[in-house]
């Protein structure tokens, strides 16, 4: 009766067993088959292309080469390095894979000539190519929530000192045990009882795995009866190569901050900034010797205990014979050879990044960015961030101490006019700190930027409105049923009776932008707002015509884009590509373009915004920049002076630039002695292009005197050549254009009758 008993209760624990093992087995099998890592997506900034011709000064592109962390070329030409000859460069490149090919390693030298690319020659026998990519920026990663980074490297890429010597070092019989080694066990156990605490562990490389990949951290016997169950069971269905490489992907080897470097292509990185296949004898002495304790052998912060460490693994390098003697010594010589500060894996550029995030999640769930190893080619353009960052945080200090107002705080985009790319991101003055990012979540009150739009829907009326229509600016009072009776003033407490249409928004005059907008009616502007890109709900109060609406940086941006973009709405976009794990494309960002505008309207306003620059609020600004560029722009100021602004444009770049103060007390800055500081600052040290548009069909430029409203010559005083829509141009001519025209007139109606 027992014996049954003890039979049944044995044949159930064997069923037990087994089924506890198939369990096992399919779990090994499933997550080391199936995704093995959570891989973050890696975000790269635009590559610089390089072509004859191609307007790039020196300094800017050497710069780009130290941003893409490029050393001194050596005689040993590795890639990514470079050396200068005066105005040329010779260049080593990286080759990188991009989602539409691979870009090969070359040697280059590249000469400029008058701010230009002159020459491209190639440094070996081949031809030099027609346009060179450089590879991109790493400008941050998309972490899982546990923030592990790694760099996979396959087992045909681990140099073999490595797999030798890490054997050597942690499992010598790696090649012959099948996942467990009892020798090494017991041998562990007996001198741990000899010096009477745990100083050696008997742990195979494939338990070691097992433990990172599969199990946690705690010390318990049944953690360890399953470690060794598992590396049986990893060790039937996989060969050494495929578990060697599996550690060498997980392994665990320093920390970051809040990001854990896993495995040995990204230690390699963090450490030396070398690639894997690069490493010195000493330098994968170091690795191995990390892997006994990553904390405690840290290079960095215990450099003594490392360069213990390390010399134990060269001697045991030496002592089974994978060295020389000479090797060995001069591996004992060598200092560790650690970059002081690693190259961080946080992003340098956290308002960039946070906008190419919102952007992904409208396509991506969270898991797919976090651990599909995507890789995300943005639009992000280093030269433009540097410029926007610098400007930012120079420029608001400079507003501190040269006023008694304090903790100014800011925010800058900028975009290209073609594609609409977003180029430049700015948060706030700490621009490498993540937090609240200005740019795209400081809702502020415009003021003025908002009176192009009301010009705007003006000039959709060639019939009533051209750029010269006269505008009364006298005392007004409306009735507003937000704010009561409102009779808004002008900045300078004057009014100035009728004025043309232009010079009411060059000089910002108020009273003028609210009769001019109740005659449109507030709804009417509300729509020509929509259709410039603001989506947000906006009441339609009289105050709407001054700015009393709260957008954020971006949304203005926006606005702006469509004015310069000739009246043709596209998204703002920071992505470009999205390329798989395997390089595989998996989405283009493609251009959307809309109509918004009438681009006849569109292209008057543009030339009232010039006039901005030229002659009205914006006139400093040509102190600072070229009256070549004939930049169009708008300066906003609010209330009390609590919000700064400006919003420009040249031929191929829209910036907008907010400068106030978090807590929304006064800052003391008018648009053009804050903001607009900034704005030019940025463009200061970029090569723009000149805003000259074509003027598209239905647009003629003609001659006009604004103080007569005349058609005018050249040589007329105060004479400008302005837009007008077909048919809307001022016919009677001024007094000097009389006399100018003449002769030439009296020729032209003969000529007339004749014809007739």
């Known amino acids: 009766m027992w014996r049954g008993l003890l039979w049944r209760v044995a044949l159930m624990a064997m069923v037990l067993i087994a089924g506890y093992l198939v369990y096992l087995d399919l779990t090994i099998r499933h997550q080391f088959e199936g995704k093995r890592w959570a891989l973050p997506a890696q975000v790269y900034a ?425 505008i009364d600016d006298s005392a007004i009072s409306v009735q507003d049923r937000h704010r009561g009776p409102w009779q808004p003033a002008n900045y300078d407490k004057q009014f100035h009776g009728r004025v043309p249409l232009m010079r009411a928004l060059a000089h910002s005059y108020n009273a003028a932008t609210v009769r001019l907008g109740m005659e449109l009616g507030v709804d009417q502007v509300l729509d020509t707002v929509r259709d410039l890109g603001i989506e947000r709900a906006i009441a339609p109060y009289p105050s709407m015509l001054l700015g009393a609406m709260s957008l954020t940086p971006l949304e203005v941006t926006s606005m702006y884009h469509t004015l310069a973009g000739g009246g043709f709405y596209t998204p703002l976009s920071a992505i470009r590509e999205v390329v798989g794990p395997a390089g595989e494309p998996l989405r283009r960002y493609a251009l959307n373009v809309q109509q918004a505008v009438a681009p006849q309207a569109a292209y008057l306003t543009t030339a009232a915004l010039q006039e901005v620059v030229r002659a009205g609020t914006g006139e400093s600004l040509q102190r600072r920049l070229s009256p070549a560029l004939r930049i169009a722009g708008k300066t906003g100021t609010t209330d009390d002076l609590r919000d700064s602004w400006f919003a420009g444009y040249s031929g191929d770049r829209v910036a907008v630039v907010w400068v106030g103060r978090d807590d929304n007390q006064v800052a003391g800055l008018t648009g053009a002695a804050g903001a607009m500081q900034v704005w030019a600052d940025v463009f200061v040290g970029l090569d723009s292009l000149p805003l000259d548009p074509l003027p598209p069909p239905g647009v003629e430029r003609v001659w006009v005197q604004p103080a007569s409203g005349l058609r005018a010559g050249p040589r007329c005083e105060g004479a400008l050549e302005l837009p007008f829509m077909e048919g809307s141009a001022p016919q009677q001519l001024a007094p000097c254009a009389e006399a100018d025209n003449g002769p030439l007139r009296r020729s032209f109606d003969w000529f007339k009758g004749v014809f007739q």
């Open 46 to 470: 635009r590559p610089l292309e390089i072509f004859v011709g191609q307007p790039l000064r020196p300094a800017q592109f050497e710069r780009e080469l130290q941003l893409l962390d490029y050393r001194t070329l050596d005689a040993r030409r590795r890639p990514g390095s470079y050396a200068r000859h005066g105005a040329s460069y010779d260049v080593v490149t990286r080759s990188f894979d991009f989602w539409d090919g691979k870009e090969t390693l070359r040697a280059l030298r590249i000469g400029f000539e008058q701010g230009r690319v002159a020459t491209l020659q190639s440094l070996d026998d081949g031809p030099a190519p027609q346009l060179l990519r450089l590879d991109p920026a790493l400008i941050g990663r998309i972490y899982p929530a546990h923030h592990e980074d790694r760099v996979l490297v396959q087992a045909e890429q681990l140099p073999l000192l490595l797999r030798t010597g890490l054997m050597a070092v942690e499992d010598q019989n790696f090649q012959s045990h099948f996942g467990i080694d009892l020798r090494a066990i017991l041998r562990a156990f007996v001198t741990n009882v000899r010096v009477g605490e745990v100083v050696q562990g008997g742990s195979t490389l494939t338990q070691q795995l097992v433990k990172n990949f599969f199990l946690s951290n705690e010390r318990t016997l049944g953690r360890k009866v399953n470690e060794a169950l598992m590396a049986l069971l990893l060790e039937l269905h996989y060969d050494k190569d495929e578990i060697l490489q599996a550690y060498s992907n997980e392994i665990y080897l320093g920390q970051d901050g809040r990001r854990a470097i896993h495995g040995f292509g990204l230690a390699s990185e963090f450490y030396f900034e070398e690639p894997l296949q690069e490493l010195s004898v000493p330098h994968l002495a170091l690795l191995i010797g990390v892997v006994k304790g990553p904390s405690y052998y840290d290079p960095r912060r215990h450099p003594e205990r490392a360069l213990a460490r390390r010399n134990v693994v060269v001697d045991v390098m030496l002592r089974e014979g994978l060295i020389t003697s000479a090797q060995a010594e001069a591996a004992r010589r060598a200092p560790l050879g650690v970059t002081p500060k690693p190259r961080s894996g946080v992003s340098v550029h956290p308002a960039f990044l946070d906008l190419v995030r919102r952007q992904l999640r409208r396509d991506y769930r969270e898991e797919d960015l976090t651990s599909e190893g995507l890789r995300i080619f943005t639009t992000l353009d280093p030269l433009v961030q540097r410029a926007a960052e610098e400007a930012l945080n120079r420029r608001l200090t400079e507003l501190e101490r040269a006023g008694d107002v304090a903790e100014l705080e800011g925010a800058v985009i900028v975009s290209s006019v073609l594609g609409a790319e977003v180029q430049a991101v700015v948060g706030g003055r700490e621009a490498h700190f993540a937090g609240y990012n200005r740019a795209l979540d400081a809702e502020r009150q415009i003021g003025s930027l908002i009176k192009p739009a009301v010009y705007l829907t003006a000039l959709q009326h060639p019939d009533r409105y051209t750029l010269l229509t006269q």
